[in-house]
């Protein structure tokens, strides 16, 4: 099922503005729909400027982000 920007958005109001948000893949299908949004309490940030894999942990850290899988 698709996810429209709206229902998002009334996902995430209530967070604050520097929530991070990272994504994480559910299938390899390219350009598929977002399968779930996902908000993790204790997230660990491995490096703010990766531009690869894994610059967030999802576990073991006291960080809030908001993941979206697809």
Same mark, same amino acid.
């Given at each position: 099922?698709?996810? =429209?920007? +709206?229902?998002?958005?009334?996902?995430?109001?209530?967070?604050?503005?520097? =929530?991070?948000?990272?994504?994480?893949?559910?299938?390899?299908?390219?350009?598929?729909?977002?399968? $779930?949004? $996902?908000?993790? $309490?204790?997230?660990?940030?491995?490096?703010?400027?990766?531009? +690869? =894999?894994?610059?967030? $942990?999802? +576990?073991? +850290?006291?960080?809030?982000?908001?993941?979206?899988?697809?």
């Amino acid at each position: 099922m698709a996810l =429209t920007l +709206g229902d998002f958005l009334k996902q995430v109001e209530n967070l604050p503005r520097d =929530t991070l948000l990272c994504v994480a893949e559910v299938d390899e299908a390219f350009a598929a729909h977002v399968e $779930e949004v $996902e908000i993790v $309490e204790d997230a660990r940030l491995q490096n703010r400027k990766a531009e +690869g =894999t894994e610059a967030v $942990e999802l +576990g073991n +850290g006291s960080q809030r982000v908001v993941v979206i899988r697809w």
